[in-house]
Structures are given as structure tokens and as C-alpha cells.
């Protein structure tokens, strides 16, 4: 498969999924969240919002790596041939004040049910750069999507 075709994959996956689970860390202890997310096109960048009182915030600021899991499973047996997933793997921090509008705006356009969570003073916008992606479809068909040439995140 070629790397178009990967890429383009990953997107209808992520177009067609409006959650995904966060993983975290913090001094050794992996730490699980759901969240609802904004991916731009060219698939570097993925935008989340949280409150700042949080868990997986104060992981993140500890540790910036993560890695966030979407798939399009239905809970049924014909996932086992039908569902996709990818794994993203990246580095996150926070959107400075200059970018804040564009990805809120993407962000909203997405979910425009969140706009209130979003616009609390305690709410915080993240920014995953993201550098490796894989994927997973037809439970054992393995493709990856390297975005940067690290790959120290198995280290």
C-alpha cells in the first residue's frame, strides 16, 4: 500500500470518529482518558481541549508524550475483520494565544455542542504534534505513517 493510501485511510478513520483514548503517564503509572478530538488535514497536528484540574493534564505536563487511540469498532464479532485503529504517537503542549482562534475554530467546528466547555476560563487547548501513526485494520494488518524521522518512543 502506498503512503497516499495510508493517509488516506487514517483520515477517514479520524473524519469518521469524534473520540479517542488518550494515554498518559505519570512516573510510571499509565493513566487512560476519552476525549473529543480535531485533527488538521496534512495529519501533523490533532487539537484537544481539558480542564486544567485534571488528571491527564497534570500528566501531560509532566510527561508531553502520549499517544492517542481511535478505531471505528461497533462491538460487534465482524469487527474482528471490519474495525480500524490507529495508534498516534506524538508530543503535545499547550496553543499559545497567536494560534488560540484558528484551532478553536476547527475545534468547534467539529464539536459544535462543546462550545461552552470550551469557552471556560478553566478549559485549556492542547496541540499534538504528531510523528508516527499506525495502523491496524482487518484485526492483524499492520501500516505505519512516520511523519518525522524520531523514533524514540518505544525507548
Same mark, same amino acid.
Given at each position: 500500500? /502506498?503512503?497516499?493510501?495510508?493517509?488516506?485511510?487514517?483520515?477517514? %478513520?479520524?473524519?469518521?470518529?469524534?473520540?479517542?483514548?488518550?494515554? @498518559?503517564?505519570?512516573?510510571?503509572?499509565?493513566?487512560?482518558?476519552?476525549?473529543?478530538?480535531?485533527?488538521?488535514?496534512?495529519?501533523? !497536528?490533532?487539537?484537544?481541549? /481539558?480542564?486544567?484540574?485534571?488528571?491527564?493534564?497534570? #500528566?501531560?505536563?509532566?510527561?508531553?508524550?502520549?499517544?492517542? %487511540?481511535?478505531? =471505528?469498532? =461497533? #462491538?460487534?464479532?465482524?469487527?474482528?475483520?471490519?474495525?480500524?485503529?490507529? @495508534?498516534?504517537?506524538?508530543?503535545?503542549?499547550?496553543?499559545?494565544?497567536?494560534?488560540?482562534?484558528?484551532?478553536?475554530?476547527?475545534? %468547534?467546528?467539529?464539536?459544535?455542542?462543546?462550545? #461552552?466547555?470550551?469557552?471556560?476560563? @478553566?478549559?485549556?487547548?492542547?496541540?499534538?504534534?504528531?510523528?508516527?501513526?499506525?495502523?491496524? !485494520?482487518?484485526?492483524?494488518?499492520?501500516?505505519?505513517?512516520?511523519? /518525522?524521522?524520531?523514533?524514540?518512543?518505544?525507548?
Amino acid at each position: 500500500m /502506498t503512503e497516499e493510501e495510508i493517509r488516506k485511510q487514517i483520515l477517514n %478513520l479520524l473524519d469518521s470518529q469524534f473520540l479517542a483514548a488518550l494515554s @498518559t503517564q505519570r512516573q510510571g503509572q499509565p493513566y487512560a482518558s476519552l476525549i473529543a478530538f480535531a485533527h488538521a488535514d496534512d495529519l501533523a !497536528t490533532l487539537i484537544f481541549a /481539558t480542564p486544567k484540574a485534571t488528571r491527564k493534564y497534570a #500528566n501531560l505536563l509532566a510527561e508531553h508524550r502520549l499517544a492517542l %487511540l481511535v478505531d =471505528s469498532r =461497533s #462491538n460487534k464479532e465482524a469487527d474482528f475483520h471490519e474495525a480500524a485503529a490507529v @495508534t498516534i504517537l506524538g508530543e503535545v503542549g499547550e496553543i499559545g494565544k497567536d494560534d488560540l482562534t484558528h484551532y478553536k475554530s476547527l475545534y %468547534l467546528a467539529r464539536h459544535p455542542y462543546l462550545e #461552552n466547555f470550551v469557552n471556560s476560563p @478553566t478549559t485549556v487547548f492542547l496541540k499534538v504534534s504528531v510523528k508516527h501513526y499506525i495502523l491496524v !485494520t482487518r484485526f492483524q494488518h499492520v501500516m505505519e505513517l512516520h511523519l /518525522t524521522d524520531e523514533m524514540d518512543f518505544f525507548s
